[in-house]
């Protein structure tokens, strides 16, 4: 795990250090967002975090080469936001985490986030590995892409800079947080 830890850092310091481009208006830009908690269980389709960090992580691919944090509240209550949202193509996502067994990577479709008190839950399919009945996991990490069924990125999601970029100021499709 502690190789993907360096390799996000390497990419979230490389897109810091240059801004957007000429490139971008050529290209679709990809916004993936990382989200961490200490543990995370899963029971049939159901995957439960708990001891959620209050940020989710961002960074573009290149060529925009941009990062940043959002609040993770917020980051839900926008989820079915939009023509184009993650409620009408949900996401697909790898879950990364150490289990009794080594570390795990899972990659999953990830579909009707819900808070239970501190907990999020979501609705998990498998997208070509099985995933376990039961498993449970610590320091988790969970890698989710922003690409939509078409290859393009979503237009609510990030495609104008505003669902991240500005939050918390207030862009007017946005949710606000009610935690």
Same mark, same amino acid.
């Given at each position: 795990?502690?190789?993907y830890?360096?390799?996000l850092?390497a990419v979230?310091? *490389?897109?810091?250090?240059?801004g957007a481009?000429e490139?971008? $208006?050529?290209?679709p ?5 990382v989200m961490s *908690?200490e ?11 708990s001891?959620?960090?209050? #940020?989710?992580?961002? @960074?573009t691919d290149?060529? *925009? ?5 959002a609040?993770t509240?917020? @980051?839900?209550?926008n989820?079915p936001?939009g023509?184009?949202? @993650?409620?009408?193509?949900? /996401? #697909?996502?790898?879950l990364?985490g150490?289990?009794?067994a080594g570390?795990?990577?899972? /990659?999953l479709?990830?579909m009707? /986030? ?7 839950i979501?609705r998990?399919?498998d ?5 376990? $009945?039961?498993l449970?996991l610590?320091a988790?990490?969970?890698f989710?892409? #922003?690409?939509? *069924? #078409?290859?393009?990125a979503?237009?609510?999601w990030?495609? $104008?800079e505003? @669902?991240?970029v500005?939050w /918390?100021?207030g862009?007017?499709d946005?949710?606000q947080?009610?935690?």
């Open positions: 795990m502690g190789r830890l360096v390799a850092a979230l310091a *490389a897109a810091s250090l240059a481009s490139l971008e $208006q050529n290209y830009v990809s916004e993936p967002y *908690a543990t995370a269980h899963i029971d049939g389709d159901r995957l439960t975090f001891g959620v960090d209050q #940020n989710v992580i961002w @960074f290149r060529p *925009a080469r941009r990062s940043g944090r609040d509240y917020i @980051f839900i209550a989820w936001i023509a184009d949202s @993650f409620a009408v193509d949900p /996401p #697909n996502g790898v990364v150490g289990s009794d570390e795990v990577e899972l /990659p479709e990830l009707d /986030p819900e808070w239970a008190e501190d907990d999020l979501l998990i399919a997208i070509g590995t099985p995933i376990p $009945q039961t449970s610590s988790v990490h969970l989710i892409d #922003n690409q939509s *069924a #078409n290859g393009a979503p237009a609510g990030c495609g $104008q505003c @669902f991240l500005y /918390p100021i862009a007017p946005l949710v947080s009610e935690r």
